[in-house]
């Protein structure tokens, strides 16, 4: 077969180019030119009459293929379309005044090393024409490629991907930017997949063979950050509009910080406190976004006039946006969206800072920039009061440091010890990555981003205490709102997430794994004594699952009762340790080194405990 | 005029309609543990930090004993004479000030020597002020034991003080106004 003779099919790349034009294609178009442009072997020109009853004008400078094509019967002109100076003049002659209903340029684009002439004459005769346009081009980010590449291949081909004839290379993004310079905007597609490509070779590659651990990671990665990996021949149908060169300038430099705070509106003073604690920072290196959901007019004007309450040079950083659906996710995803800060960070509108807290990212960022930054974060039992008339907020305990100091992945994995205004997060996750925040989560999408997060870019701990996370004694807070059942359901979701996918871990988390299961080897019942007529193995396997599945159990109850909205209302999570006679408060951390009879101990000290039984009335259903 | 006891609550909102002395606002990241009554916000003293009060009662009042506190107490001393004088002094939660206050990394307060120091010697001489000789010998005996120098080194000074007759007059022979809990100047909320 001649190079680039390739029969039409309809499950191959010019049936998808046929059936996107059916559906593009001009009302009224019957008997006018379909121009095909870079034609080769006209491989639709039949199809496209057969179909449309359209008249095929090929184009191409090839003229063993224009033979071919004119012996079919078919209309065919040579011209050579990658001459600069004349493309337009060589087409209109072509078309010689007739009407043209629809142009095509397959896979011939990257043939050509300066397309911008060759794509301004379509859009010239689109635009007069009022005609529809359609292209394929390989896709060089095709995962085949961009895998290899990785890690070191590079291979051009006869034909293919990798054409050894190829002068210009296009993914997504670069063909939309060269569209958009020219003018001329997708208003379909039909895209030819090909999960293994011609570049899919040599067999057994561990990045590219389907089912390795490698294989599956580099997958998840790819489609979180791009969706076209699977493309192998972008096909767009395009009309015109205005032309809009692609300046390619490094992004504006932003504030290291962006701090993004979620609020109802329904909190002003406790928002107004959030603010004085960021105009009393002492870098002022951030700037702010206020997502305000689904706010009333009212709500809204309390929100504004909490940020016209600010220092000017505070106030001139903050943006308010407004969110009118989703959930928590969703406002965190706007936040993203919205910021320009290299890296990010979340309030709720009731956290306070202390005045070193964007200092102490910072400082961070200068030594692991690039990682999750992370600090230390206090708890502190907090109500609401009324005093000479004017409604305010009271500490109404001591603070406690119930989270770790130190970041543990794996510890990370059954409990979240980052309550998120203590963890920035790299913009470049979301912009160069697309990590987004889940929101088919109610609770716990700060742990579920976390998680994938450092995962990804690991961790750098700060050790510095630099914000109180407050827990309320008698009003709900953005976390009591939410039932302990649909807590656990959501943390279930997140583990089934984690176990799904490879997860990369940050060096060093394999030594806590060990520990873990050293830990857990030591506690464990011995064995019974093996009989002969039994298969110990087995049964052995059998009291193993029984054993971690009851564990999980407990792990889950405690959780889900220290975080459960009538616990936090009451003592708070000192109190267990006093209740269970160790006289000091649990670390969150600590929960998942207890033995099974400690958390026995607990679940019991807290059921039984006077404020549980007190707050029974906040336990819904 | 309300009458306040060591060891016993703040005032009640049924002293609302006695003159206010010192206004103080809330203080953040950390507020103040002492207590303040949830409606009136009256407290038994008002920190220096951020407080309010008009001019004229404060320069009638003498203004700060700097005599006696060169840091630290100056302001317990401050409110306790307006209370004297029949003032109150509120608490109001709703005005809020950030004071770049930190903590270590557990949560715990890092005093320096100054603090240390300035702190022994307030609390020995607003026992001394307020006629609190309960207090006072109480506090000499255990300072004076302590394994940390700076705090017996705060004691040395007071004895010094003592000694040449450098110590105020005492005020509130009965000891009523003053404030004496758990080693702090007010009832605390925790």
């Known amino acids: 077969m001649r190079k680039y003779d390739n029969a039409y099919s309809i499950e191959n ?25 870079a034609s080769g072997y006209s491989a639709i020109g039949e199809v496209v009459e057969g179909e449309f009853g359209l008249h095929y004008v090929g184009v191409d400078i090839d003229p063993v293929a224009l033979k071919a094509v004119h012996e079919r ?37 990257e ?17 007069e024409h009022g005609a529809v346009s359609v292209f394929s081009l390989p896709n060089v980010t095709h995962r085949d490629v961009g895998y290899k590449l990785a890690l070191g291949s590079w291979e051009y081909t006869p034909t293919g991907l990798l054409d050894v004839t190829h002068l210009r290379l296009y993914g997504e993004k670069s063909l939309r930017e060269a569209f958009a310079a020219a003018g001329l905007y997708p208003i379909g597609r039909n895209d030819y997949s090909l999960a293994e490509s011609d570049q899919h070779y040599p067999a057994g590659h561990p990045a590219l063979q389907p089912g390795t651990n490698l294989n599956r990671f580099l997958n998840e990665m790819r489609d979180d950050a791009e969706p076209s990996g699977r493309v192998n021949q972008f096909v767009w149908a395009c009309v015109a509009g205005p032309q809009n060169p692609v300046r390619h300038e490094a992004e504006p430099p932003g504030p290291f910080l962006t701090v993004v705070i979620r609020t109802q509106g329904r909190r002003i003073a406790e928002l107004e406190e959030v603010l004085l604690c960021l105009a009393g920072q002492s870098s002022t290196d951030f700037e702010v976004i206020v997502i305000a959901h689904r706010t009333s007019v009212e709500q809204q004007l309390g929100i504004e006039g909490a940020v016209e309450g600010v220092p000017g040079w505070l106030a001139e950083r903050i943006r308010i946006v407004h969110v009118d659906h989703g959930n928590r996710a969703t406002l965190l995803n706007t936040g993203l969206e919205e910021a320009c800060g290299r890296y990010v960070a979340a309030l709720d509108d009731d956290d306070l800072v202390f005045a070193h807290w964007v200092q102490a990212f910072a400082d961070l960022e200068l030594k692991f920039g690039g990682r999750v930054l992370r600090s230390v974060c206090a708890r502190q039992q907090a109500d609401r009061v009324r005093v000479r008339e004017a409604d305010a907020t009271r500490a109404h305990s001591g603070i406690t440091m119930p989270y770790a100091r130190e970041f543990s992945f794996v510890e990370h994995l059954s409990l979240n010890s980052t309550p998120f205004m203590s963890a920035a997060i790299p913009r470049a996750l979301h912009r160069d990555l697309g990590m987004r925040y889940d929101d088919t989560l109610t609770t716990t999408e700060d742990w579920d981003y976390l998680l994938r997060a450092v995962s990804v870019v690991g961790v750098a701990d700060s050790g510095a205490l630099t914000a109180v996370y407050r827990g309320w004694v008698s009003q709900d807070s953005s976390i009591t709102e939410h039932v302990h059942d649909e807590w656990i359901l959501n943390q279930y979701a997140v583990d089934r997430k984690l176990d799904a996918r490879p997860v990369l871990l940050p060096a060093g988390e394999t030594r806590a794994i060990r520990k873990l299961v050293r830990q857990a080897s030591a506690a464990a019942d011995a064995p019974p004594p093996a009989r002969p007529e039994h298969d110990v193995e087995a049964e052995v396997e059998q009291r193993t699952r029984a054993r971690v599945r009851e564990r999980d159990d407990l792990h889950l109850r405690v959780v889900s009762l220290l975080e459960s909205r009538s616990w936090r209302a009451s003592a708070g999570i000192r109190a267990v340790g006093l209740l269970t006679g160790r006289g000091r408060p649990i670390k969150a951390s600590k929960v998942l080194r207890m033995s099974d009879e400690q958390l026995r101990e607990v679940i019991a000290a807290i059921e039984s405990s006077r404020s549980w039984r007190i707050t029974k009335v906040l336990r819904r259903g | 005029m309300c009458s306040l006891h060591a060891g016993r609550s703040v005032h009640s909102p049924r002293c609302s309609k006695t003159p206010i002395g010192i206004a103080e606002a809330k203080q953040l990241p950390l507020e103040h543990p002492k207590d303040y009554d949830r409606v009136s916000g009256a407290t038994s003293w008002a920190s220096g930090a951020f407080s309010m009060f008009r001019t004229a009662e404060f320069r009638d009042l003498g203004g700060f004993d700097h005599d006696s506190f060169f840091m630290y107490g100056d302001d317990v001393d401050l409110s306790w004479r307006y209370r004297l004088r029949g003032f109150q002094v509120i608490f109001q939660p709703a005005a809020a000030v950030f004071h770049d206050k930190r903590l270590g990394p557990d949560g715990e307060w890092l005093a320096s020597d100054t603090e240390r120091y300035f702190s022994a010697e307030s609390a020995l001489m607003l026992a001394h002020k307020w006629s609190r000789d309960d207090v006072l010998e109480r506090l000499l005996e255990s300072m004076s034991g302590f394994p940390d120098e700076i705090i017996r080194r705060a004691v040395a000074g007071y004895l010094d ?3 040449r007759g450098a110590l105020p007059e005492r005020l509130d022979p009965e000891g009523t106004t003053g404030e004496f809990v758990a080693g702090n100047y007010a009832v605390h909320r925790w």
């Open chain 2, 161 to 163: 003080r003592r000694e």
């Open chain 1, 73 to 109: 019967g078919l209309e065919v002109h040579q011209a050579d379309l990658a001459e600069p100076g004349g493309i337009l003049a060589a087409l209109t002659a072509v078309i010689a005044g007739r009407r043209v209903a629809s142009v095509s340029v397959l896979d011939g684009l």
């Open chain 1, 13 to 37: 790349l010019y049936g998808h180019v046929i059936s996107l034009l059916g559906q593009h294609l001009p009302e009224g178009s019957d008997g006018a030119v379909h121009l095909d442009i």
């Open chain 1, 111 to 127: 043939h050509i090393a300066d397309g911008s002439e060759l794509l301004a004459a379509i859009r010239a005769i689109v635009v």
